[in-house]
């Protein structure tokens, strides 16, 4: 199984332990409602965990595999798009997760993409308050 299909299992069954074994020590995930990257695998499990709880309903639709150019260093990487749809704050939220592999097949790099723009409000405010909640974000947090 490669691991975009071990991914897609994982977030599928919410098993933060799984997305332990896919995401490099240095994982960088750039947020639709944030300009810096969440950076490093304690911070992007434990936003993975808030994400659990805020997002219902959600399901992967498709997928598309490929190569694409990294934020990071600008190389190019093995990468895979997946397409989503979920809600969150009452919102429905067409999405899609961009993941880039390093040469181990592990997550070094994930971008989110949300639309529309009030979805990505309201999953902005709902994912602060479960960062907030659970220490990882302070209170006063700007995003």
Same mark, same amino acid.
């Given at each position: 199984? +490669?691991? !975009?299909?071990? *991914?897609?299992?994982?977030?599928?069954?919410?098993?933060?332990?799984?997305?332990?074994?896919? *995401?490099? #020590?240095?994982?960088?995930?750039? %947020?639709?409602?944030? /300009?810096?990257? /969440?950076?490093?695998?304690?911070?992007?499990?434990?936003? *993975?965990?808030?994400? /659990?709880?805020?997002? #219902?309903?959600?399901?992967? +639709? &498709?997928?598309?595999?490929?190569?694409?150019?990294?934020?990071?260093?600008?190389?190019?990487?093995? %990468?895979?798009? $997946?397409?989503?749809?979920?809600?969150? &704050?009452?919102?429905? +939220?067409?999405? +899609?997760? $961009?993941?880039? *592999?390093?040469?181990? &097949?592990?997550?070094? #790099?994930?971008?989110?993409?949300?639309?529309?723009?009030? !979805?990505?409000? !309201?999953?902005?405010?709902?994912?602060?308050?479960?960062?907030? %909640?659970?220490?990882?974000?302070?209170? %006063?947090?700007?995003?």
């Amino acid at each position: 199984m +490669i691991t !975009a299909d071990r *991914f897609r299992d994982a977030v599928d069954t919410r098993d933060l332990a799984a997305l332990d074994d896919l *995401f490099t #020590e240095d994982i960088r995930l750039y %947020s639709p409602v944030k /300009f810096t990257p /969440f950076e490093g695998k304690p911070l992007v499990l434990g936003l *993975f965990g808030v994400l /659990f709880r805020t997002f #219902e309903d959600f399901r992967y +639709i &498709g997928d598309h595999t490929g190569t694409a150019q990294t934020t990071a260093d600008g190389s190019s990487a093995p %990468s895979a798009v $997946l397409l989503f749809r979920a809600k969150a &704050g009452g919102k429905e +939220i067409h999405g +899609i997760d $961009l993941l880039h *592999f390093d040469d181990d &097949g592990r997550i070094k #790099e994930f971008t989110v993409m949300v639309r529309p723009r009030s !979805a990505v409000h !309201a999953l902005g405010a709902a994912v602060l308050a479960g960062l907030v %909640s659970d220490g990882l974000a302070p209170a %006063s947090s700007g995003q």
